[in-house]
């Protein structure tokens, strides 16, 4: 499938522009053209009922997290959300958008953490973020609204990876007993040796370079990359995870370890819904004020988080 007209007329425009790409920045540089950017793609998302700052401990000290309501009801599921941006850029702020839809149309509490970014905090800081903020809205669901019983994790690209990465450490640990997992083209491999990372690592905003630049601000050259916690799709084993739901783009170098993360899942019995945006390209999601797609995208990820998070009366 071609690519869709209007990312092709995003990605040209940004072309024309002239902007340098985000790899040629400074982190503390990358990360304000970034929000700056995200500013200018995200439309006019859904009002919840209330937005607030709240604090969770982490590994480090206190973590913020932004707490999306869409309704004053008690015992809603919960969502935990993990943003994107390469473990070295990406905020609250960039995927508020993606949050208030999720919010919105899935009417669940949604919590979007603050965790720490790289090069000031390398692996496996964001991973250990991710996994406290889990523990403690799993303990603390109750008096924040929510139901324990209906708690999911998602976030899209490293934020998938952090997603998936937590839900692997809740099975290892024993809890806490997650309902589902939203991966929206998540990195499932850092070895980067899929054909898509060939094919479509450049032209389509996740170039190579960018991703060789996200890769040399969290790693280490000591970390092992192969282990289960940098890269889930070696995990020994996927049995017993919450189903999931993955959401992978058709001019993404991460396609091909989206797949395969889904392939594994099915083969140890995990429930999966597995969408493809032929169309589309990494990171769309973020885009619905350009891109109509991005908005279909979110509604399918409110619908299966909905659906799977669901209690009978």
């Avoid at 790693?219 to 916690?229: A, C, M, Q, Y």
């Avoid at 889930?232 to 396609?255: E, M």
């Amino acid at each position: 499938m071609p690519l869709d007209p209007q990312a092709k007329a995003l990605l040209d425009a940004i072309e024309q522009s002239g902007a340098p790409p985000l790899n040629s920045y400074e982190p503390a540089e990358a990360r304000a053209v970034y929000d700056q950017a995200s500013e200018q793609v995200r439309g006019n998302p859904p009002d919840p009922a209330a937005v607030e700052e709240i604090f969770i401990p982490g590994p480090d000290g206190e973590m913020k997290a932004w707490l999306y309501r869409p309704s004053d009801e008690a015992a809603l599921p919960v969502l935990v959300f993990f943003h994107g941006g390469g473990y070295t850029i990406g905020s609250l702020q960039s995927h508020d958008c993606v949050c208030r839809a999720l919010c919105v149309e899935a009417q669940c509490i949604v919590i979007s953490v603050d965790y720490r970014l790289a090069p000031e905090h390398k692996y496996p800081a964001a991973a250990d973020d991710a996994w406290a903020a889990t523990q403690w809205v799993a303990s603390n669901a109750e008096s924040l609204g929510g139901d324990p019983s209906r708690i999911a994790v998602g976030g899209d690209s490293a934020g998938g990876n952090l997603a998936a990465v937590v839900s692997l450490q809740a099975k290892e640990a024993g809890g806490p007993q997650l309902a589902f997992q939203l991966l929206i083209y998540p990195g499932t491999d850092m070895d980067c040796s899929f054909e898509s990372h060939e094919t479509f690592g450049a032209g389509y905003r996740l170039t190579k370079e960018l991703i060789a630049w996200f890769y040399e601000h969290y790693f280490s050259p000591e970390d092992d990359l192969k282990h289960w916690r940098a890269s889930p799709l070696n995990a020994d084993d996927f049995s017993g995870l919450p189903p999931a739901f993955i959401l992978s783009a058709g001019y993404d170098p991460l396609q091909d370890e989206d797949a395969a993360y889904a392939v594994k899942l099915i083969e140890a019995g995990v429930a999966v819904a597995h969408t493809h945006y032929a169309g589309m390209m990494h990171g769309f999601i973020t885009m619905p004020g350009a891109i109509d797609k991005a908005k279909q995208a979110l509604s399918e990820c409110a619908e299966v988080l909905s659906k799977a998070l669901l209690t009978e009366l």
